[in-house]
C-alpha cells in the first residue's frame, strides 16, 4: 500500500521561508514524478512544481524564482523550499505521486498561511 504523507505548512510573514516535505512510503517504482500541488477554498487545484526521478522539473509561471523542488529518490522524498512568500500562496499544498507512469496518490494536505 502506497502512502504520501506532507509535513511543514505553517504561519509566516510576507517575504518570509517555509520548507515542505512529502515521503512516499511503500511499493514505489525507481520511475515516478512526484510534486506539488496549491488549492484555494472554491477554486481548483493548480500546480506549483513537479520534478521526475530523472531530475526534470517544472514550475508555475507564479512561483518560478521563488520556489524550488528537490528530490531524494532514495527516500522517496521531494521538498518544496518556499521563499518570498506572498499572501497570494496562501492555500492548502497537496503532494501527488505518480508512480510508474500510471498510479496516481496525494497526501492528505497542509496548509500554508502568509500574513501581510
Known amino acids: 500500500q502506497v502512502q504520501v504523507v506532507e509535513s511543514g505548512g505553517g504561519l509566516v510573514q510576507a517575504g518570509g521561508s517555509l520548507r515542505l516535505s512529502c515521503a512516499a512510503s511503500g511499493s514505489i517504482f525507481s520511475t515516478n514524478t512526484m510534486g506539488w500541488y496549491r488549492q484555494v477554498r472554491g477554486k481548483q487545484r493548480e500546480l506549483v512544481a513537479v520534478?521526475?526521478?530523472?531530475?526534470?522539473?517544472n514550475y508555475a509561471d507564479s512561483v518560478k524564482g521563488r520556489f524550488t523542488i528537490s528530490k531524494d529518490n532514495d527516500k522517496n522524498t521531494v521538498y518544496l523550499q518556499m521563499n518570498s512568500l506572498k499572501p497570494e500562496d496562501i492555500a492548502v499544498y497537496y503532494c501527488?505521486?505518480?508512480?510508474?507512469?500510471?498510479?496516481?496518490?496525494w497526501g492528505q494536505g497542509t496548509q500554508v498561511t502568509v500574513s501581510s
Open positions: 520534478v521526475s526521478s530523472g531530475g526534470t522539473s
Open positions: 501527488r505521486l505518480v508512480n510508474g507512469g500510471a498510479y496516481i496518490y
